[in-house]
């Protein structure tokens, strides 16, 4: 029965986020917001959906560890899974806002995450808005920065023109239903993930960055898969980044305002961290070596083969 609940609010999780994604966008032509602006906040903070209302529900049900796990383990699984097979199936062209802008602010999250936690086993209201500040800055200036880029050269923006002729009702429909799924998928999830991890005799913890994170980035390596295979632009490192930075700043900022997270088990700071700082600062040598500005089939495999490594270790524990 626990596998069907974390099978049925995934799948709830997924349909939920498509939903809010569509309903945003459409939203977003009726305010008259710029395709740019939608493409870098609405869009992405919709994805980032299903980690919110996951991490939210844990928290106030006092599984804390899942929580974290399931925004240390996305973004482990961000890279090392949907970025890797990506890259395996067709390489990923890097450009130079990855290692000027992007990426540095992804580091710099990710840091600043281990050390809120170690300083004192948790992450209060303080600390949660310290973080939303942080993302407010960051979009303040990869707005800016795109509006420059803009100005020099077309942007693929990915947004579908089609959503600026959706009506009212049905946006309002779009909503609810994403919303109820939204809810309903991460009731499910996190009842599922406590119950198997009891069954399984692991923690919730081990769940969490496991099977839970790897089922919230179903979409994206779903997407990014088939755009490969179709030879067209699958992902780019941009895209990624700024999930990670969503991950962490915005589901866990928003989270810990609503309800502190806990650290529970300590090897999300012995261990589980330091994988996802690992997987991220490993993105720049092989940006660089041996190939420049490309991460190709060999590159890929490697990633792929690194987070295999970590999803059996994190099972052996």
């Known amino acids: 029965m626990s596998l069907l609940f974390v099978f049925l609010g995934l799948l709830l999780l997924v349909i939920g986020g498509e939903f809010l994604v569509r309903s945003s966008v459409a939203l977003s032509f009726k305010l008259r917001l710029s395709k740019m602006v939608i493409g870098l906040t609405i869009v992405s903070f919709a994805t980032s959906a299903p980690e919110l209302l996951v991490s939210i529900e844990a928290a106030l049900n006092g599984f804390s560890d899942i929580s974290l796990g399931n925004v240390i383990g996305s ?88 959503l600026s002729q959706t009506s009212s009702f049905k946006i309002i429909i779009w ?11 991460s009731e499910l999830l996190v009842a599922g993930a406590v119950d198997m991890a009891t069954a399984l005799g692991v923690t919730e913890r081990v769940i969490a960055v496991s099977m839970i994170a790897i089922g919230t980035s179903v ?43 806990a650290v529970k088990s300590q090897e999300v700071l012995t261990n589980d961290i330091f994988w996802m700082l690992g997987f991220a600062a490993i993105l720049v040598p092989l ?11 060999y590159k890929g495999l490697f990633i792929v083969i690194a987070y295999a490594a970590f999803i059996s270790f994190a099972f052996m524990e």
């Open 175 to 185: 909503l609810l239903l994403g919303g109820l799924g939204l809810w309903g998928g």
């Open 75 to 162: 973004n482990i699984a961000n890279i090392g899974l949907v970025l890797g097979v990506t890259a395996f199936i067709a390489p990923l062209s890097i450009d130079r806002d990855f290692y000027k802008f992007n990426w540095p602010v992804m580091m710099l999250l990710s840091i600043a995450l281990y050390f809120l936690l170690k300083s004192g086993n948790e992450l209060d209201r303080l600390e949660g808005a310290v973080l939303l500040i942080l993302l407010g800055t960051y979009l303040f200036l990869l707005i800016k920065r795109a509006r420059n880029q803009k100005k020099s050269k077309p942007v693929d923006d990915g947004i579908d023109d089609g």
């Open 287 to 297: 940006a660089f070596l041996p190939k420049k500005f490309e991460i190709g089939r």
């Open 219 to 261: 979409p994206e390596l779903a997407a990014s898969v088939i755009a490969a295979l179709k030879k067209e632009k699958a992902i780019s490192m941009g895209n990624l980044i700024g999930s990670n930075i969503f991950n962490i700043a915005s589901v866990l900022g928003i989270t810990s305002i609503l309800q502190p997270i």
